[in-house]
């Protein structure tokens, strides 16, 4: 077997360093060593800028007249080298060259078309689609189908992600549409199981609006002795995570959920803080509204709850709630109202609150003269002056 250093010290002092480089590469690809061969191709443009061919000096060692060349014969070769991962199905290894020339699409676009075996280790592919973005409602579909819902409702809810506001909505519907069918399911499972004859529901496609409210409202034996069907911590989160949504079918969904929960009995109703004390039925008529459906309804009744909590007892927390699904309707000179009427207590002592403050809102809403009004109040000179000159801009 023939020495391949000796093979290329023969080749240098023959032909020349151009060729024993050139002949180092096609060795590298034809052997599959890529990681290789990228060093390989940045010794062949420092051999050609006349530089010092170690490839893994720094860059800054180099004439400042030629960083632009160099850089772009880094993006070449990660380019090349990643996109030979690529072809042998190395997805990981391929993304430590795409990201390194911040190139995510020929990544996405790779794991977009694979279908994982089910024997195949996919923590690293989550890892690159989801947790690092490349791909995140792929990552998240393998989440959900590999380690169940518990683990995508964790995955969701811890409140570390950092992905926009539609990548989290794409994740809380899939939450939603699992946790329904798996709901249909075991209600239809159990209705044949005491019927002898499945409900004409169980032949509806997957997902159709209505099945489980009807399921539900026509078999109240289904509740009998503290059952229950799913997990009701799963279901408690879901249907709390659905508060984020926008308008969407889901939401609907989420509704006949809360149509189921609001049936189940004695240690598994829970017990909700203000102004969710009514359980289930609340969260329906928060959803509603986030729905569209009889707005002005459910927005009295959360009124009400705001007008009737004793904050020495609850706190503030049914005002916030309020603000926040106001701010959500785009009504943000009510919100405005609320915070001034309800919070501007709990914002003079310095408590953390789940909506924005006053200061924020009138900011938000360009209302300048509660600012200063609100100012003036509280002897606060520097925000009174502020919102004057700024009702001036």
């Known amino acids: 077997m023939s020495d391949p250093f000796s093979h290329l010290q023969s080749t240098l002092q023959s032909q020349g360093p151009a060729k024993a480089i050139e002949e180092l590469c096609d060795d590298l690809r034809q052997k599959k060593e890529y990681n290789s061969l990228?060093?390989?191709?940045?010794?062949?443009?420092?051999?050609?800028?006349?530089?010092?061919?170690?490839?893994?000096?720094?860059?800054t060692d180099l004439p400042e007249s030629i960083h632009p060349i160099y850089e772009e014969a880094i993006r070449a070769a990660a380019r090349e080298v990643g996109s030979l991962y690529l072809k042998a199905n190395m997805?990981?290894?391929?993304?430590?060259?795409?990201?390194?020339?911040?190139?995510?699409?020929?990544?996405?676009?790779?794991l977009d078309a694979l279908t994982p075996g089910d024997d195949d280790d996919i923590q690293p592919l989550v890892g690159i689609a989801f947790y690092e973005g490349v791909h995140p409602e792929k990552g998240f579909a393998w989440?959900?189908?590999?380690?169940?819902?518990?683990?995508?409702?964790?995955?969701v809810g811890g409140g570390e992600s950092t992905h926009s506001e539609a990548v989290k909505h794409h994740c809380v519907k899939a939450l939603v549409r699992t946790l329904y069918n798996e709901l249909r399911h075991r209600l239809t499972n159990e209705?044949?199981?005491?019927?002898?004859?499945a409900p004409l529901e169980a032949s509806l496609p997957a997902e159709t609006p209505g099945v489980v409210r009807r399921l539900v409202a026509n078999h109240d034996w289904l509740f009998a002795e503290d059952a229950y069907h799913i997990d009701t911590s799963h279901l408690s989160s879901v249907v709390q995570m659905c508060m984020t949504l926008p308008p969407c079918?889901?939401?609907g969904l989420a509704r006949e959920m809360c149509a189921y929960g609001a049936k189940l009995t004695g240690r598994f109703i829970g017990q909700d803080e203000p102004p969710f004390d009514g359980g289930y039925r609340a969260y329906d008529i928060y959803l509603g509204i986030l729905a569209g459906d009889d707005v002005e309804g459910g927005l009295a009744h959360f009124r009400r709850k705001v007008e009737v909590a004793d904050p020495q007892e609850v706190g503030t927390y049914p005002a916030e709630v309020f603000v926040n699904l106001l701010i959500k309707l785009g009504r943000g000179k009510e919100a405005i109202d609320i915070a001034r009427k309800y919070l501007i207590d709990a914002e003079a002592e310095g408590r953390q609150?789940?909506?924005?403050?006053?200061?924020?809102?009138?900011?938000?809403y360009h209302a300048y003269d509660v600012l200063s009004e609100v100012a003036r109040e509280r002897g606060d000179a520097v925000?009174?002056?502020?919102?004057?000159?700024?009702a001036k801009a």
């Open 38 to 59: 990228f060093y390989a191709l940045l010794m062949k443009k420092r051999q050609e800028l006349g530089v010092v061919p170690i490839p893994t000096g720094p860059a």
């Open 91 to 110: 997805i990981p290894q391929a993304w430590v060259y795409f990201r390194m020339i911040d190139d995510p699409a020929p990544i996405r676009a790779a």
């Open 143 to 155: 989440i959900l189908q590999r380690y169940g819902l518990c683990s995508a409702i964790t995955t």
């Open 191 to 197: 209705i044949e199981s005491h019927d002898g004859a």
């Open 249 to 251: 079918p889901e939401l």
């Open 353 to 364: 609150l789940t909506c924005p403050n006053l200061n924020e809102l009138c900011q938000r």
């Open 383 to 390: 925000h009174f002056l502020a919102g004057l000159l700024a």
